[in-house]
């Protein structure tokens, strides 16, 4: 069994920045790759970035340059820090896992929500 444990969510006014993070506990396995996904309100949920124990990286191609995703093996731990923040990037971030050979994820997080407004 999989746990994700999130923080570093809250307000954040136009411009700023954030970090959040996830803590997995779980086979290597099933924590092959660790990401985020996220729900805007009355919005469907979506892939913000992912990535392997080797690094490799997934993006949400709107956020590629405002977004980086970092991983750290030994803590099993997963990171998104994201800058100049929006509006519209204002949704519940969920940390997310899954083998390597399953496309969608498997395992969520409880979600964190971010909220963007000045």
């Known amino acids: 069994q999989v746990q994700l444990v999130e923080s570093g969510g809250g307000l954040v006014q136009p411009g700023g920045s954030l970090r959040l993070s996830c803590a997995a506990s779980?086979?290597?396995?099933?924590?092959?790759?660790l990401g985020w996904y996220r729900q805007a309100p009355g919005k469907e949920r979506e892939l913000v970035a992912t990535?392997?124990?080797?690094?490799?990286?997934e993006y949400l191609e709107s956020l590629m340059d405002r977004s980086t995703i970092t991983r750290d093996n030994v803590k099993n731990t997963v990171y998104l820090q994201m800058t100049d923040l929006k509006p519209e990037d204002t949704a519940v971030y969920y940390c997310i896992a899954r083998d390597l050979n399953h496309h969608y994820p498997q395992y969520w997080g409880q979600g964190t929500p971010v909220s963007v407004s000045s």
């Open positions: 779980g086979s290597e396995r099933a924590t092959g790759v």
């Open positions: 990535t392997t124990r080797g690094g490799t990286t």
